[in-house]
């Protein structure tokens, strides 16, 4: 297939698109690049690249494509805090005008990248299913609830949408994000000794490799249409939920020497839910997930080690996504609307 990742010089996009393009299909990658030279180690091979903002895209910028696989956004819960409205207008409404562009222009298959973050608080203790209901504590979660009830409304026989909802994703990309749990716990250990948990550990979550998360992304792709089209799945593996805690511990277990602390004040944290993966297991059997926690850790130890990651580094810009904005900003280079400046290359 011709195939279209929106922000694939992200953390997940630049996994995805050499994933894509070893599977066969011919990819272009549509980015607005504020993190594109945030990288640790060799940069991914350059795709074909429209250097766009999400909110700019138009029908032309997407005829002839067959699949759009849409990660652009902004990405976890800090940076929709800092302005929520922003959040919206990115994740919620222009993820619903580029479906109605890529409608517009003929494209079939379109693939999204929800988040379990969505069932937020959990409404009780058991693992949720996708029929769960939704409890979100942030904008960011609320934004996806949005996001997949317009896009299918747009579902028809023309046009398919698919949702996966991704647990945390954890894992080496060249473009690494040091906001996710285990590759800040992680980091912490190997770096300064401490496992250091900013909340009491107590809540659950559900945990994800990158490459899995891709791996789910080509197996929905490549399904057939009759089976996955307009719906959810939840993405990752049921084994694969753990408390925060539990996190800490395996940390502490791989990282020799490490051993987990609390920062002053820790209290228990609002996103606290354990999720069910069993239906993409069941009706995808393409998707063949290959992480659990342990190894990812593993991988991440000897990554950071092989590119000689320090805790400035990994605590400063380049691997924290608010600070990268946050410093942009400062710099003059984006404006309050997150758009770059006048004098930016375009």
């Known amino acids: 297939m011709r195939v279209l990742v929106t922000g694939h010089h992200g953390y997940l996009g630049s996994v995805l698109t050499p994933l894509l393009q070893a599977a066969g299909h011919e990819v272009t990658g549509l980015d607005t690049d504020l993190y594109a030279d945030c990288l640790l180690g060799p940069a991914p091979a350059e795709v074909p690249n429209l250097r766009l903002d999400l909110r700019d895209v138009r029908p032309e910028h997407l005829t002839g494509f067959d699949a759009v696989c849409h990660l652009a956004a902004l990405c976890n819960d800090p940076i929709g805090n800092l302005n929520a409205e922003l959040t919206y207008d990115i994740n919620h409404r222009a993820t619903v005008r580029l479906a109605e562009a890529a409608k517009a222009a003929g494209v079939t298959r379109f693939l999204f990248s929800s988040s379990c973050s969505l069932y937020g608080a ?21 934004s996806k609830i949005f996001s997949e009830q317009g896009l299918t409304a747009l579902a028809d026989d023309d046009f398919s949408p698919v949702f996966l909802r991704n647990a ?43 490459e899995d998360i891709c791996a789910a992304f080509l197996a929905l792709l490549e399904a057939p249409r009759e089976q996955v089209h307009a719906k959810a799945y939840n993405i990752g593996v049921s084994s694969e939920n753990y408390l925060i805690r539990e996190v800490a511990e395996l940390v502490a277990e791989v990282v020799d020497g490490s051993t987990v602390t609390f920062a002053g004040g820790a209290s228990a944290d609002s996103r606290n839910y354990r999720v069910s993966c069993d239906l993409i297991a069941a009706e995808v059997p393409g998707f063949q997930p290959r992480w659990t926690v342990r190894k990812g850790i593993e991988e991440l130890v000897e990554a950071y080690q092989r590119h000689g990651l320090t805790i400035e580094v990994f605590r400063g810009e380049r691997h924290q996504r608010l600070r990268r904005i946050q410093a942009l900003q400062g710099a003059g280079r984006l404006d309050q609307e997150l758009r770059w400046t006048a004098g930016v290359p375009a």
Do not use: I
């Not at 409404?123 to 942030?138: I, K, M, S, Y």
């Not at 285990?182 to 559900?206: C, F, I, K, Q, Y």
């Open 168 to 210: 945390t994703a954890y894992g080496f990309s060249p473009r690494l994000r040091g906001d996710l749990v285990v590759n800040d716990l992680t980091a912490s250990a190997l770096l300064t000794g401490e496992v250091r948990l900013l909340s009491d550990g107590t809540a659950w979550r559900p945990l994800v490799h990158a």
């Open 122 to 142: 959990g409404l009780d203790d058991r693992p949720l299913d996708e029929q769960a209901g939704f409890a979100p504590v942030t904008p960011y979660g609320e």
